[in-house]
């Protein structure tokens, strides 16, 4: 499902929305045209990531296989 949210701020080439959640998320301009402070956008799918991947990944690579 893709997340919406509201447009707050807008920079030369991202925008700041804010989510149902209240979650501020910085993503690019949309292609489909101009962009205003309140209109409601598509943010894609987020994809979800392993907090902890990068310091497991790090350990991993310490451990010595026999």
């Known amino acids: 499902m893709e997340e919406r ?3 707050v701020k807008i920079t030369c080439r991202s925008c700041v929305a804010v989510t ?4 501020f998320r910085e993503v690019p ?3 489909s045209g101009m962009v205003r402070i309140g ?3 598509s943010l894609g799918n987020r994809k979800k990531k392993v907090p902890y991947l990068r310091y497991v990944m790090a350990a991993a690579s ?3 296989r026999k």
């Open 62 to 64: 310490f451990l010595d």
């Open 20 to 23: 149902p959640d209240g979650d």
């Open 39 to 41: 209109q409601e956008i």
């Open 29 to 31: 301009l949309p292609q």
């Open 5 to 7: 949210g509201v447009v």
